[in-house]
């Protein structure tokens, strides 16, 4: 089994600032099939990135995914006050498995 | 519009039963992979179980192989989850989630998903 670690657990930053989010992998992710997600309390996940790069479907272009092999990174550009939420990371090269989660709360 | 709609969750004793539902609508139900992922009270997501768009392959994590069963209704547009012999770590919002278009087996990211459904095991 893939295990994602991702980091740090808890970022704290302000709006307008960059976020930079990581996602490590115990082992190569096939085909870079890594996707990024957002989970607000009490709220379902939001699908943001798919291949490791892929913007789904009405995210904002503040959200960017890079890497390949076993590290990958979501970037936030600029935060706005709607994306203080946690973060999963998931891999589904090789069956499926998802990462701890980071939290990015305000400053 | 794409809408998935858990229902069935609630409290029973470890050891008992429960059954999942989860009412798909706005696609086409039989052409997409559907899985179950859960989240433990103040925890991370965890993939239980997925199912292809026949029906005719199933898949589940080792946590939950031999007591869960995943099934189908596409004449219906549902997606069930049997689960047996419940234990107190089963405990989890369990949400019904859309795999991709070319979802296969379970290499699959998701993209809807429902609101999830509270399944609390305690005696």
């Known amino acids: 089994e893939i295990v994602l670690t991702q980091s740090p657990g808890t970022l704290s930053l302000s709006p307008g600032e960059r976020a930079t989010l990581s996602c490590r992998a115990s082992?190569?992710?096939?085909?870079?099939?890594l996707a990024w997600y957002q989970q607000k309390p009490s709220q379902a996940p939001r699908l943001l990135i798919y291949?490791?790069?892929s913007r789904a479907t009405g995210i904002p272009d503040r959200f960017s995914g890079s890497g390949s092999g076993t590290d990958f990174t979501l970037t936030i550009s600029r935060l706005e006050p709607e994306d203080f939420a946690v973060y999963y990371c998931?891999?589904?090269?090789?069956?499926?498995?998802f990462g701890g989660g980071t939290k990015v709360e305000i400053k | 519009e794409v809408q998935l709609l858990e229902s069935g969750g609630g409290l029973v004793q470890p050891g008992g039963s429960l059954r999942l539902s989860c009412a798909a609508s706005?696609?086409?139900?039989?052409?997409?992979?559907m899985s179950w992922v859960r989240q433990a009270p103040g925890k991370g997501l965890e993939w239980v179980s997925a199912?292809?768009?026949?029906?005719?392959?199933?898949y589940y994590a080792d946590s939950v192989k031999g007591r869960f069963t995943i099934s189908r209704d596409n004449s219906k547009n549902t997606l069930n989850l049997q689960m047996n012999s419940l234990r107190a770590e089963d405990t989890a919002v369990y949400y019904c989630?859309?795999?991709?278009?070319?979802?296969?087996?379970?290499?699959?990211?998701?993209?809807?998903w429902g609101q999830g459904t509270l399944v609390t095991v305690s005696s």
């Open positions: 989630a859309r795999g991709d278009e070319y979802c296969s087996s379970t290499s699959c990211y998701f993209d809807y």
């Open positions: 706005g696609f086409s139900f039989s052409s997409y992979g």
């Open positions: 199912i292809s768009g026949s029906g005719g392959s199933t």
């Open positions: 082992q190569s992710v096939s085909s870079n099939y």
């Open positions: 291949g490791a790069s």
């Open positions: 998931q891999q589904y090269g090789s069956s499926l498995t």
